[in-house]
């Protein structure tokens, strides 16, 4: 079976697969894969792996992206329709103007739209969560679903982003572990041959991510808070 | 006034939960299964801000005498029901509470201005189950026979009352709501509930969950308003009100009772306390310091069950209040839906200048050795109504600060010698509400828990709630025992069958 195979058919059947495995398959043809398994209008994009440290050791030198559709930027939760649900507190970025591939810094200072609070529903097919750079790729970058705050903020808050459940704090990390959002946008631009206005950039999670369980779910900012309800079904 | 930004976010935040109406709220009253616009609003204030977050409508005599008019007429259905058809109602009604949780949780910090975290340490279930227990507690529950030797045999039957008017204080508004609307309904009588008029949010949510949970029009009423010359005192003086439980000032309490003398009603009266809490030189000086930090400080200290004079031992007296200050100084005071935050604001302005009045006593006749100021919080926190918890030492046993009931997050620390010097100080006050005894020593708890004049004593503890056990007052804190059957002298009539047997 090669990687492609097994993850249309895991995604499609709702089940994990062990990971970690070498499948002949570089990055550049993981993101083919990723391509054609999760094709259609996209609303954006999601990055992953913003830390270094998670970069190496993954074996890495950048990040990761992922792709996002419409039907991802959720309203409300419902665990059941995911595989192996985790949470990830973010900042998602919301485009006003196109940003092309080699555009300037001041380009993309005008293209950003404003900042929001976010959370990344993760989904991912490996089991654990184990899997190698490709095995991600290939799987969307555990593209499962999104959450946006209503507030938009004219830029990063400052201090820690604070997931809790139940009232209970899940994980959190410093705001300015997700690094310069404006070469975080250029370099994705690149990536992907430009971005296009109204589209929205997760740019991935200061923090660990955690399961996530039936409840209310809340992440603080220094600059508001993001509120939703996740149902068990 | 201030600008609505964080009540906007709050809005926001209910939305996101589900919250199934829309705001801004106007608050109605519900009178008769129906919610009634009402009249003359006033505004409500969300403590932690200063921000008006709603207006609540002020019930006159004209919407007191429709709510005890749909009462009455509810109880000939509701009261003539064996308690098995009763308990369906009321348990769909616990669980539309329990499935609203995340927005009871908000609303009751938008009321009252307590950190969210105290919220979620089963405040919810709790309310809930405040009714479902009683409503399975009317149907497992038999009574007495008292058969005679002489051939004759004697059996109780219980009867409910009738229109039972409840009075609420805005420190627990929906937890005192659900505590008495819970025994009031499952043992047959119908209700018009009057909530303080700080925190009607809670009471109006309450009201929607009745409807939404499908109890008969009439049972449950709610309405809004002020207690002299308004909504309050109407209930109270009104003729086809049989029973009144309230729970709040003892001013207040004394108020009540002469307005329900002219027409015999029945009284539950829950009021203050200046509850000692006694630790003596035995007790786990790390538990007594967790235990004393909630009895103090839980609520801003707004519980009439507040711990609030502390009664040390000598020879731990320093060493346990150079504990209790640094966990004072480490509380976490601010934005009250944060929820790291582990005290909020205090519930009005009015109330604020009046625990400030005994701080500025304490000050002159005391020493306070941390809190006494408000703290500085950023915008929009600096409208809010915060007080730093606040430790005074050095006082007197007959000083007003050891006498009266602050209702705030203050505290006095007292020394002693000897248990019979305990005891004295712990009984030395008008209130018998509660004490709390902190000891190892089994003898030392047994001996000092007889000797307290008080209705309640937690030993090693604080707060916890058995539905089924007696709650009330002794001396100046209150008349009547709720709980379990304890409640049945209030909430049923009594009747004695005698039966001869040839």
Known sequence: MTLSEAVREARKERKTLQGQKDWGVGLEEAYRIQEALFPGPLKGYKLGLVSEAKQRQMGLAAPIYGRVHPGMILEEVRLASFIQPRLEPELAVVLKEDLAPGAAPGEAMRAIGGFYLAVDVLDSIWEGYRFTAEEVVADNTSGGGFLLGLRRLSAPPEGHLRLYLNGRLATEGPVAALGDPVGRLLWLANQVGGLKAFQVVFLGSPAPAVPAEAGVLEVWSEAGVLVAPLWEV | ???????????????????????????????????????????VIYPATGEVIATAPEGREKEVDLAVAAAKEAFAKWGKMPPSQRRPYLRRFADKIREWRPVFEVVETLDVGRPIHENRLGYVDRMANNIEFFADFAVTHGSEAYPMENGYINYVLRFPVGVAALITPWNMPSMLATWKIGPTLAFGNTAVLKPAEFTPLGAWLLAKAAHEAGLPPGVFNVVHGFGPNSAGEFLTRHPDVRLISFTGETTTGRIIMKNASDTLKRLSMELGGKAPNLIFESADLD????????????????????????????????????????????????????????????????????????????????????????????????????????????????????????????????????????????????????????????????????????????????????????????????????????????????????????
């Open chain 2, 287 to 502: 538990r007594a310091v967790e235990v004393t930090m909630r009895a103090s400080f839980f609520n801003q200290g707004e519980v009439c069950l507040a711990g609030s004079r502390l009664l040390v031992q000598r020879s731990i007296y320093q060493a346990f209040v150079d504990k209790l200050v640094a966990a004072a100084k480490a509380l976490k005071v601010g934005d009250p839906l944060d929820p790291e935050t582990r005290m909020g604001a205090l519930i009005a302005q009015e109330h604020l200048e009046k625990v400030m009045s005994y701080v500025e006593i304490a000050r002159k006749t005391a020493t306070i050795l941390t809190g006494g100021r408000r703290p500085e919080l950023p915008h929009p926190f600096d409208q809010g109504y915060f007080l730093e918890p606040t430790v005074v030492v050095d006082v007197k046993p007959s000083d007003k600060v050891c006498q009266e009931e602050i209702f705030g997050p203050m505290v006095v620390v007292m020394p002693f010698d000897t248990e019979e010097e305990a005891i004295e100080l712990a009984n030395n006050t008008p209130y018998g509400l509660n004490a709390i005894v902190q000891t190892r020593e089994v003898g030392q708890a047994v001996r000092v828990s007889e000797a307290l004049e008080v209705g309640t004593v937690w030993v090693n503890d604080w707060f916890v709630r058995d539905l089924r056990v007696p709650f009330g007052g002794a001396k100046q804190s209150g008349i009547g025992r709720e709980g379990g059957h304890y409640g049945y002298e209030f909430y049923y009539e009594t009747k004695n069958v005698c039966l001869a047997n040839k």
């Open chain 2, 1 to 43: 006034m201030v600008e609505p930004k964080l009540y906007k976010e709050t809005v926001e935040r209910l939305k996101a939960l589900g919250f199934p109406y829309e705001l801004p709220l106007e608050v109605t009253h519900y009178i008769g299964g129906e919610f009634v616009r009402g009249e003359n609003f006033f505004p």
